[in-house]
């Protein structure tokens, strides 16, 4: 079978690799029928020193071809969707809605498995009971990209605005103009908020996010860009504001553009460990900071309901697809932002 | 009149001053008969460049000698309690509860008043219809003390536990054995919290944290304080834990001790401006960072029944009073630890 390697900055190449293959009891083997490249996927892209291929993709949906004697909720033909974090969906964390705190020693970040991946043509997927989910339609549904975005980029929007605490009583900013940003607006859309402001510059972006539910954007950055969504929200900023794409500069616009009293709810992968949260930034304010890798999985059932009777289409942030052939070059054009995000069919 | 000045790190002077008198027509003077040291004039007392005196105290009780004549809630002859924020109680961020972002040009700290200060014979209150609430009782009453904990260091702690979202269902860990800490525990054994460690080393105030609630007591600090917590909690530490120290080792300590998915409220005022909160501290887990300079405005007519009915005696934080003569060296008894919080009868 063919898979995507990462080998340092900028080096990405599709390889053949040994078949995956059940390892565990609890495994599936699935074919996979649609991926795509994360957001997430570009730092390591832009950075990764070369010390050795690692394989790349974590969000895919697939026909289940095989599983091991204790996997009971998935059978072989059965089409799924995963998260980017395995997990168990049975331990204290998963029953709280936090997989990605797992405890279960298989659990973890796709991104953390040496030999697996998603954007290739069939992965092992662990604790198959607790990672995947069927989908109630065929590998042809024309709501395919839209489902594809339940394995991250639509979840890491809602867990975004849901650590946020977004209702129809806040006002909303969002930070950033990837898949992320603008599914975090709809999502803040769903939740009820009334004024979502979309800070961004490239229009066709920014056009799919007002599309989504923003009723305002600022493209200015930085300092005017803080002046911009502060005189958009009465002088004091707006009550929660998603940082969805994890550098600094967009941290420090989210501690000056949010209201005393709020929340910068943070998406974006931190790409710093220390930043400002003293008396000047986010203590003496009382500004409140949530958020993490979003755990997906809980979502999943909340979500699809929306896809399937069409009210919602998250996949509208694909607008471009390829087949495995054509990944390295899905890379180039995503960190060239030629490309929101490629959708994968392998 | 006679009021307390710290000209320098462990330089603390109470000196002649002129009396305080009214400016604005919203003010009020009142005659202080209580007053006190606060865990948060240690800082400064620790570290103050030699660049001026400044004058000192944010928590007192008083009587109304007079007021300007927009004055209508208060007037002379009241017995009267002070926050640590002057405020209007009207505006939009007061409305809300966040007296301490009130938006009147007026508020702010006392510590930001150059000729006015809780440690003193008297003291010009702006904005006094937002700023003072009158007590119902004679000023030699014995409740005296724990009233005036509601100036301050109570509505401080319980911040920190509404902050942290403490309720029956969250195990607390309390950070810090100072006034402030040991009132966090009282707050949290108010809010229904169970289980609540009290990280502290000393014990006769771990033994007043015990009776305020505290379940146990972890005396070691750093990774073995940690360790002791994940022990006492299930291994993956506490949902809410509560930093009432300010100090970086602190917040540290808060990182280790805190639940995936849990939440860390700050009241100590940080000594620090940057600190992590990337992949590898809060942004992993899930961990939520809370608090700030507690609105107490907004917390004294909830607190303050429970006190006048007896149920709850938060005074017996002090453990020492003195005159305005003891002042300096109430000082150095509670940066040298031999006192908890010095209470101030001028």
Known sequence: MRATFLYAAGDVRVEDVPDSSLTHPTDALVRITASCICGSDLWPYASKPDDGPVRMGHEFIGIVEDTGPEVSTVEPGDLVVAPFAISDNTCEFCREGLHTSCVHDQAGFWDGLP???GQAEAVRVPL????????PVAADSALMPSLLTLS????????????GGVNERT????I???????????SASRLGAERIILMGRHPARTDLGRQFGATDVVSARGEEGIEAVRELSGGHGTHVVIEAVGA??????????????????????PQYEDAPIGFGSLFGPNVRLAGGPAPVRAYIEELMPAILDGSI????VFDTTTDLDGVPGGYRDMAD?????VLIIP
Do not use: C, W
């Open 115 to 117: 030999d697996e991946g």
């Open 248 to 269: 600094m500069p967009a941290y420090q616009q989210a501690v000056g553009a949010v209201r005393p009293g709020g929340v910068i709810s943070r998406v974006g992968v």
């Open 176 to 186: 950033g103009d990837g898949a992320v940003g603008l599914l975090a607006v709809l």
């Open 152 to 163: 991250d980029v639509f979840g890491t929007g809602y867990h975004a605005a849901v650590a």
């Open 128 to 135: 198959a009971d607790g990672t995947l989910v069927k989908l």
């Open 313 to 316: 289409e998250p996949g509208k």
């Open 337 to 341: 932002r030629n490309s929101l995000k």
């Open 171 to 174: 006002s909303v900013t969002v």
